[in-house]
């Protein structure tokens, strides 16, 4: 199973000061952290596109493309990329130079997205949500595939017979599905043999294992092999040397960001008495010492027969030399134990 750890490089204030750093220092802290990810040997940084003043990173693939020319051998991916509000030809090129410059490391992770603002930003209508996403998905399958490409759609303008360049370093960019819980999208991953990736954000981690029978059920029915089934987590957490610690570092940021999303959304507000359920064995957060948080990795990983997983890194704003701190015993301890583990 390949580790690694996914952000939307959010820019929220710090609960304790209520200071907001400054976008290009949340910039350059980002790139320290995945250079420490790709040191210490995780397998996967991924980074989600958000067009909101809370998250800094709107264009995944312009950040990954810096990351690529100072690390070797992590794998670089979107988390995700809107595909509905984008352009695939755009999109495909502009990973093209991901993989181009990373020898073959990149990779994209294509979602709907949980937030709405790149669809009036770019002039997409909502009432067209799924549709356009899978009329641009096709596209990109087939522009991931093939050097020239005619093309006929009803969202973008038809493409006669064009080649669309650069090529990427490997023969076809790694296309993921994300999926937040629709059975239908779980469904068209499997039909269109994409590998799966789950965001687990809430709720019990068990509830999710009715998505992934779903998806090696119709895997099986499209006639693909067992075996080339890939399935990745995301979900949010924290590591800490002390597991009380940790937990009492990542509640004033986390509570911050969800009590704010619960604002927009309808939820109520964070509290320690829900947190502290997240936070237990069944719950959804991944965040303790190094043991709660292998324990719970290899937990999932039984439970769903994972391939990746995915550690949210982090969802407010945490002081950075604490986030790198959480990396270090991420790469250093809870690998190599899952790995060993995974081994016997």
Avoid: C
């Avoid at 595939?145 to 093309?151: F, G, L, N, T, V």
């Amino acid at each position: 199973m390949e580790l690694g750890i996914s952000t939307f490089a959010e820019l929220t204030p710090d609960p304790k000061t209520g200071k907001t750093l400054s976008p290009a220092q949340r910039m350059k802290n980002l790139m320290e952290e995945i250079q420490l990810s790709d040191q210490i040997g995780l397998d996967v940084y991924a980074i989600g596109e958000h067009h909101r003043p809370d998250f800094v990173v709107s264009s995944p693939a312009t950040v990954l493309a810096a990351a690529a020319v100072t690390t070797k051998n992590i794998k670089l991916s979107s988390a995700v990329t809107v595909l509905g509000s984008e352009d695939p030809v755009r999109v495909f090129q502009q990973f093209a130079h991901v993989d181009l410059l990373s020898e073959g490391r990149a990779e994209i992770m294509a979602g709907r997205g949980s937030f709405i603002e790149s669809f009036p930003l770019f002039g997409q209508d909502l009432n067209d949500y799924d549709v356009i996403f899978a009329e641009k998905l096709d596209l990109l399958l087939q522009l991931n595939k093939s050097e020239q490409i005619s093309w006929r759609g009803k969202y973008r303008p038809s493409i006669a017979n064009r080649g669309v360049y650069p090529r990427p370093f490997q023969s076809e960019i790694p296309v993921w599905l994300a999926v937040g819980g629709t059975p239908q999208s779980v469904i068209r991953a499997a039909e269109k043999g994409l590998p799966l990736a789950l965001a687990i954000i809430g709720g019990s981690p068990d509830r999710f294992t009715y998505f992934t029978d779903l998806y090696r059920q119709t895997w099986a029915k499209a006639g693909r092999n067992h075996e080339d089934i890939q399935i990745a987590v995301h979900s949010h957490g924290f590591i800490g040397t002390d597991s009380q610690q940790a937990a009492d570092d990542f509640y004033g940021p986390y509570s911050f960001v969800m009590t704010q999303l619960g604002k927009e959304r309808g939820w109520p507000p964070m509290n320690r008495g829900q947190f502290g359920a997240m936070r237990s064995k069944e719950g959804s957060l991944v965040l303790g010492d190094p043991q709660e948080v292998i324990d719970k990795i290899l937990m999932q990983q039984e439970m769903m027969g994972l391939t990746r997983y995915l550690l949210h890194l982090s969802v407010g704003t945490m002081p950075h030399d604490k986030l790198m701190k959480a990396i270090e015993l991420y790469g250093d301890v809870v690998a190599p134990a899952v790995r060993k583990a995974l081994g016997k």
